[in-house]
């Protein structure tokens, strides 16, 4: 087994690729992933983000995840011009739009069926 320690006895300090580190923020992975990803605690990570950038590690998620953000929500946009589904999504999620069956009856239960698509059962 390999030694990890430096001539000082102390462990050797693990290596961060901070573009590798920057680009699984994008990805928007969590800190358990990123960790199994360095081999290391999130601890470690937040630790070597702070000598580099003196920052907390939230500062520096919160920094790069925003562009994996912007293009996951332009591939939905560019998504939604042919796929009717990802157009219903968008304009019921971020339009506040929902799909209502507003029926009136005077004393009368009134049924109503709704039909989907080719289903006339």
């Known amino acids: 087994m390999a030694n990890h320690t430096n001539n000082r006895g102390h462990r050797k ?5 901070f573009k590798e580190l920057e680009k699984l923020c994008y990805m928007q992975c969590t800190e358990r992933e990123i960790g199994d990803w360095f081999h290391c605690s999130i601890d470690t990570i937040a630790r070597r983000v702070r000598e580099e950038f003196g920052i907390s590690f939230a500062e520096y998620f919160e920094k790069h995840r925003v562009g994996g953000l912007i293009s996951l929500r ?3 946009f560019k998504m939604s011009e042919k796929h009717p589904n990802m157009a ?5 999620n971020w339009l506040g739009m ?3 069956q507003e029926v009136e009856h005077r004393g009368e239960p ?3 069926k709704v039909i ?3 289903d006339k059962t």
């Open 110 to 112: 009134v049924i109503v």
């Open 13 to 17: 300090k693990t290596d961060i690729d």
């Open 88 to 92: 219903i999504f968008l304009a019921k």
């Open 116 to 118: 989907y698509g080719n």
């Open 98 to 100: 929902k799909d209502s």
């Open 74 to 76: 332009r591939n939905m």
